[in-house]
């Protein structure tokens, strides 16, 4: 069995970390930089990077932070938010992240999925995804931040990214993200039994046994936290010493 990977996400806007509730009441927290350099002490597998308004105000990545955070810390870097093209792939990679996090453009844009994965290798790509759930009790595709409603069936479209080749999914509840009362779990199960590449829990972490419910309740492949971390409610060795008191493998 692959060790579960435990990963602070930064969500990053204007050059600074920022948190909020259900993608309202955005509050700025610190250095990117030095969060992730923080992180990467604390025992984390990966650093996750998301400028949460790149694609909402069209703008390109934030290439000045991803260099500035790869000189410091050596644990892999995935970054999004803003990356539109082959080329914004390519620069984000030039610049020191491992793998590139794909979202709202992937929904209007497919193919980056398919030429992405051809190009650099599905390892490097990673399909954020933002979802809620429906009155129907299926589950629906946001883009621009939770903004826009793009009335695609969730499991539809994670079938379709394995399809075009992406290395991973990272799945982002909106009904959960920022609440703190513990992951999507119906949404994750559903996910990760509909594909065969790796997903990652996002949105909702409250407390410690949060993480390890998510690995015990579904076969999710990581976990990934922001303002628990931020805020040092926990650290990522807690978590990580939580999971493997429960018998989880952890890196």
Not at 36 to 54: K, L, N, P
Not at 185 to 204: D, F, H, R, T, Y
């Amino acid at each position: 069995m692959l060790a579960k990977r435990i990963i602070p996400c930064l969500d990053v806007r204007d050059g600074r970390v920022v948190k909020g509730v259900n993608f309202e009441g955005i509050k700025e927290v610190g250095d990117p930089v030095e969060f992730a350099d923080q992180y990467s002490r604390q025992g984390a597998d990966e650093i996750v990077f998301y400028d949460i308004t790149a694609s909402h105000e069209g703008r390109g990545v934030m290439l000045d932070v991803v260099r500035e955070t790869a000189k410091r810390v050596f644990v892999p870097l995935t970054v999004g938010g803003g990356i539109k093209t082959v080329d914004d792939i390519r620069e984000t990679l030039r610049a020191g992240a491992d793998k590139v996090s794909v979202n709202s453009q992937a929904v209007k844009n497919p193919q980056l999925i398919k030429d992405g994965a051809d190009i650099f290798g599905s390892q490097c790509i990673c399909v954020g995804i933002d979802a809620k759930k429906t009155p129907a009790g299926n589950w629906t595709v946001y883009i621009n931040g939770g903004r826009i409603d793009m009335k695609i069936d969730l499991l539809d479209w994670v079938k379709q990214i394995e399809e075009l080749g992406a290395g991973e999914i990272c799945l982002n509840s909106i009904d959960t993200d920022g609440v703190k009362g513990g992951f999507d779990l119906p949404m994750l199960k559903a996910v990760v039994g509909a594909v065969n590449i790796p997903v990652i829990a996002s949105g909702g972490a409250g407390k410690l046994g949060d993480f390890a419910e998510a690995f015990q309740k579904t076969d999710c492949s990581a976990a990934l936290a922001a303002s628990l971390f931020h805020f040092k409610e926990l650290t990522v060795q807690q978590v990580k010493d939580d999971c493997k008191q429960k018998g989880i493998i952890v890196r």
